[in-house]
């Protein structure tokens, strides 16, 4: 007999149940970096599907009263069009080759509104199952490092806790470069101020009393090493953006990090673009119109994008 697909909000999920299969499922590359299992506990998931947006949505398959797969999504605002994160698609080890990961997929796109954009940054393993739903691969995202050494001048950068109606007008002056997430100071309250496991560092670059740039940092340790990710760096021009850059370099001096890291397809000024062949996989983001034919666009993603930082 087939198990039924169930559909979900993300206020009505057992979100113990869905957070358990994803530590079945994601556990030992977990363990194999150095990272604690409570990464991928019920408090992250509570955080990532109650966007500003509004609430996520799942697709699950249960046995026993276990969820032996699932497939998410949370809203976000790209400025005037709404698009949905697909995410966290995951099969428990035994219920495997049945079919349950095209069919939490096909069920949870099928439920989102149409015309409403999903997009996910697919891994080699389900790079195939995205191409034959027509999801398009709309940007390759390189990867940017720089070696934090070197003198660095001071900058005007300063540190802030929050952000307010400021940050929302300063998103309104970034430059129109592609579809993106709306960087408004609700979803950089939720992003980067309300994640239960992360603590990031925000900056904000002033000049003539206005705000021309953010930067957001995560500091990270994996396998014996530290490096700094920028996980955002907004600027209203190219002077702004090598500032903050700059800022993000001396950050990383500071509290002893090896190397600054962004993986966006804006490059981080001062960077390397790191080769393809010394990454462990192709980091590509794959979108698609629900229900409807999908256009090209451009897309500009920033390592904020990518929910695993």
Partial sequence: ??????????????????????????????????????????????????????????????????????????????????????????????????????????????????????????????????????????TTVPLWVRPARGKVPPTRATSIDAFDETHDEFATRLPNSGLKAYRSAAYLNWRYGQHPYFRYQCFELRRDDQIDGLLVLNRMEARGRISLWVMELLAVDRAAARELALTARGIAKEQGCDVVLSMSNVKLPGSLRVPPCFLPKKHVLMVRRAGEPTPKRDWEVHTGDWDTF
């Fill in 1 to 138: 007999m087939t198990l039924p697909v169930r559909f979900v909000e993300s206020s009505e999920l057992d979100v113990a149940a869905h957070a358990a299969l994803q530590q079945r499922v994601f556990g030992d590359v977990l363990a194999e970096n150095d990272i604690p299992l409570h990464r991928l506990g019920p408090d992250v998931f509570r955080w990532k599907l109650s966007p500003p947006e509004g609430n996520g949505r799942i697709a699950i398959v249960e046995d026993g009263g276990a969820i032996i797969a699932s497939c998410s999504a949370y809203p976000l605002e790209l400025g005037g069009e709404k698009a949905w994160h697909l995410c966290d698609a995951a099969t428990a080890p035994e219920a495997r080759g049945q079919g349950h990961y095209g069919r939490v997929m096909d069920t949870l796109c099928a439920e989102l509104p149409r015309g409403e954009w999903l997009f996910a940054f697919p891994n080699g393993q389900s790079r195939r199952a995205f191409d034959t739903r027509e999801f398009l691969a709309a």
